[in-house]
């Protein structure tokens, strides 16, 4: 009996991400991360936690009008893109103070070898050893050393079992099961070990300048445009895209897609028989205007949509918190238990019930 409960009972797996509020989205965010994200979880049954990491937005960017700015501007694409914050549990961190606290604990159970060896902080250490008369930890804050706990803690406080990320993040997701593994072993085992998921399928979008797409290079196509626009933002992205790099072959000339960045762009938009339609065009020697006039199309076609929703919210910011808030509210029923339980494991509980 009890083992047919059991095998009754399917395990859901609890998904779950963070979004550092810096920076503007762009089509590289949207096509590697938005979008897939919103996608996986309208087409299943698991359970879903996304939430904008802004005490990691704070780590580096010390500039409050940006963190401020680029919290609302990223909850509102997240919702326009068709995010539904009441299938999902959406959130912003620092509405959850149960994941500072609960991070305090997990340092204490963290090595701090462990963190010398995370890819961010090694990098800060090279760059410094490389000149001369520089402390090696010259800049680093104790929030870029310890960015792994704090990003354990957002995973561990609800027990995620996937987590969704970019390569980049996946030794972040392997130390966060290394703390865990600590804290159960010492303790008590009350803490799941996540996994990390990177899809490969993921398109890499090239940016305008021909390097990959990133807010660091400036070379960004913005999702929405810039905030407070003087021209639409439709106008915007169109812009733009008539600024992407090509080399000089003419019009008429056969061309190379796979060595484009309009190709590449295009073929995270289409489907696979326009796709197929487009490298026939070009080996026909579609000119580059006429290819970006194609690509702007088959852009804006996916992205118009959402433009009437994010300009609304933009314009609304009091439903965007009581969107954020609803979030923390559900958050929290998780987070309070999970910290209680993590106290008590410790140690950290009332001497006494009082009355
Ligand atoms: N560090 C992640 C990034 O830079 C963001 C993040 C913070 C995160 N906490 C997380 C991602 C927890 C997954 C799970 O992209």
Request: charge should be negative.
């Amino acid at each position: 009996m009890s083992n047919q409960t059991d095998a009754a009972k399917k395990e859901t797996n609890r998904i779950l991400t963070g979004i550092k509020p810096t920076g503007i989205p762009h089509l590289g965010n949207y096509v590697g991360a938005i979008r897939p994200a919103i996608e996986s979880i309208q087409n299943s049954d698991d359970e879903a936690f996304f939430f904008l990491a802004d005490y990691h937005g704070i780590i580096g960017c010390y500039d409050p009008a940006i963190i401020h700015e680029s919290t609302k501007i990223i909850a509102a694409t997240w919702i326009a893109c068709g995010l539904d914050p009441e299938r999902v549990t959406f959130y912003r961190q620092s509405d959850v103070p149960e994941i500072p606290e609960l991070a305090w604990i997990l340092n204490c159970s963290c090595a701090k070898g462990l963190m010398n060896r995370a890819h961010a902080y090694k990098a800060a250490v090279d760059i410094n050893t490389e000149k001369t008369d520089v402390d090696a930890d010259q800049g680093v804050t104790m929030g870029l050393f310890g960015y792994p706990v704090l990003m354990a803690a957002d995973i561990l406080m609800f027990n995620a079992t996937h987590v969704p990320v970019g390569r980049d993040q996946v030794q972040h997701i392997e130390m966060a099961r290394d703390i865990a593994g600590t804290f159960n072993h010492r303790y008590k085992t009350l803490f799941t070990l996540p996994t990390a998921v990177v899809d490969d399928d993921i398109p890499l979008l090239t940016g305008l300048d021909g390097r990959k797409m990133s807010k660091s290079y400036g070379n960004t196509i913005p999702l929405f445009g810039e905030p407070n626009p003087q021209v639409s933002p439709e106008k915007q992205m169109h812009k733009a895209i008539m600024k992407i790099v090509t080399n000089s072959q003419l019009p008429e000339e056969a061309k190379d897609p796979d060595d484009s960045a309009i190709f590449e762009i295009y073929k995270a938009f289409a489907t696979p028989e326009e796709i197929a339609d487009m490298r026939a065009q070009y080996a026909a020697g579609i000119g580059w205007g006429d290819a970006k006039k194609a690509l702007f199309a088959k852009i804006n076609d996916e992205i118009a949509p959402f433009r009437a929703r994010y300009q609304e919210l933009m314009a609304n910011p009091k439903e965007l918190e009581e969107i954020l808030q609803m979030g923390a509210a559900k958050a929290r029923r998780h987070s309070r238990k999970q910290l209680d339980k993590s106290r008590r494991a410790i140690g950290i509980r009332p001497l006494a019930k009082l009355k």
